[in-house]
C-alpha cells in the first residue's frame, strides 16, 4: 500500500465533445484528445446510430451521463480474450477521488468496467460516482483490479455485492493473494477485457496489470507509475516512476514503466497522485529514460 495524503474533492466528467475526454480535476476541465482521433460528419454519426460504432476513436457526444440509445454492441464482450482489441464506443473515463487513492469508472455506452475498489468502506463513492454519470450497478459487466494491495482491493466485497453479475479479473500472478467473495478471472499480459487491452506490468506486485485503450491513448497504470502529489520523487511533468518504498521487485518495475512508455499514452490515470491529462508520452518517455 501506498503513504496516506491529504484527500482534495472528488473530481468528475461533465462534459465530452467529439474526440475529447473531459476530465474534472480540482474544479478545472481538462481534455485529452484520443491518439488515433478522427472527425466525424454529420452522416456517419447519423449511419452510426443505427449500425453501430466504427473504429473511430472519436469521443461521445453531449453529457457523459447521457446513456446511448442503442446500447453497447456485442464487440463489448465482458470476458477475457487474447485476440486483439475489438471495435467498441469511444471511452469515457470518471475518476473517483477518494482521498490518498483512486478508482476509475471506464464508461462505453451504458456499460462499465471499475478499475480497483479503493479502501475498506469506499463503495458508497463509487455508487455515488455511478449516480454521477447517469448509470448504477446494473450497469458495471467488469471489476478489475490493477493489483492485490488493501488501498486498491479493499472495498472489493461491497463493489462484488452490489455489482452481483460482473466478472472480477486481476493479474494471474495476484489472484491467489486477493480476498474475493466470488472467483476472480486470472488476466494475462494481451488479454482484453471490455474492449481495453491488459498490460502486464509486475514489479510493485508480481501480477500487477494496468489497463490501455489504444484507441484513446488512454492508460490506467494503477500503482505502476505515480502521478504529482502522490509523494513519490523524481516527478517529471506530473509523473513519477514505481514507488521504490512499495516495489520490492524494482528492476522489474522499471522495466514495466518502459513498457508503458513505448505504448506512448497521451493520458494517464494513477493509483496515486493527479492524472496527466494529456501530452502524458514525452514525459514519461523521459521518465523512463532516467529510470
Known amino acids: 500500500m501506498c503513504e496516506n495524503h491529504q484527500p ?13 475526454i473531459g476530465v474534472a480535476i480540482g474544479g478545472t476541465i481538462l481534455a485529452a484528445c484520443g491518439a488515433s482521433e478522427t472527425a466525424e460528419t454529420a452522416s456517419t454519426a447519423a449511419a452510426q446510430s443505427t449500425t ?6 472519436a469521443g461521445t ?5 447521457a446513456p446511448s440509445t442503442t446500447g453497447p454492441p456485442t464487440s463489448t464482450a465482458k470476458t477475457a480474450s487474447t485476440s486483439a482489441a475489438v471495435s467498441a464506443p469511444s471511452l469515457a473515463v470518471q475518476r473517483v477521488n477518494l482521498g490518498f487513492v483512486s478508482a ?28 454521477d454519470v447517469g448509470l448504477g450497478w446494473a450497469n458495471v459487466g467488469n471489476v478489475i483490479l490493477t493489483h492485490r494491495h488493501g488501498d486498491h ?13 460482473a466478472i472480477l479479473g486481476t493479474g494471474a500472478e495476484d489472484v491467489s493473494a486477493t480476498n474475493a467473495p466470488r472467483t476472480i ?9 471490455f474492449g481495453l487491452q491488459i498490460i502486464a506490468t509486475p514489479g510493485h506486485t508480481p501480477g500487477h496489470i494496468a489497463v490501455w485503450d489504444p484507441d484513446t491513448a488512454i ?13 513519490v520523487g523524481g516527478v517529471i511533468e506530473g509523473i513519477a516512476g514505481p514507488n521504490p518504498q512499495f516495489s520490492p521487485d524494482m528492476d522489474g518495475a522499471i522495466a514495466s514503466a518502459r513498457k508503458m512508455a513505448a505504448l506512448a499514452p497521451d493520458t494517464i490515470f494513477f493509483g496515486h497522485g493527479e492524472p496527466k491529462n494529456g501530452n502524458a508520452a514525452a514525459a514519461l518517455a523521459a521518465l523512463a529514460e532516467s529510470l
Open 8 to 20: 482534495d474533492r472528488r473530481a468528475f466528467i461533465r462534459e465530452m465533445g467529439k474526440g475529447v
Open 52 to 57: 453501430g460504432p466504427t473504429t473511430s476513436s
Open 61 to 65: 457526444t453531449g453529457s457523459a451521463a
Open 104 to 131: 476509475y469508472l471506464l464508461v462505453r455506452g451504458t456499460e462499465v468496467a471499475i478499475v480497483d475498489t479503493g479502501t475498506s468502506g469506499s463503495t458508497g463513492e463509487i455508487e455515488a460516482t455511478l449516480s
Open 153 to 165: 482491493v479493499g472495498s472489493l466485497p461491497g463493489v462484488a455485492d452490489a455489482a452481483s453479475e
Open 185 to 193: 478471472e486470472a488476466y494475462e499480459d494481451g488479454a482484453v477485457v
Open 219 to 231: 492508460l490506467v497504470a494503477g500503482d505502476a507509475l505515480n502521478g504529482e502529489g502522490s509523494g
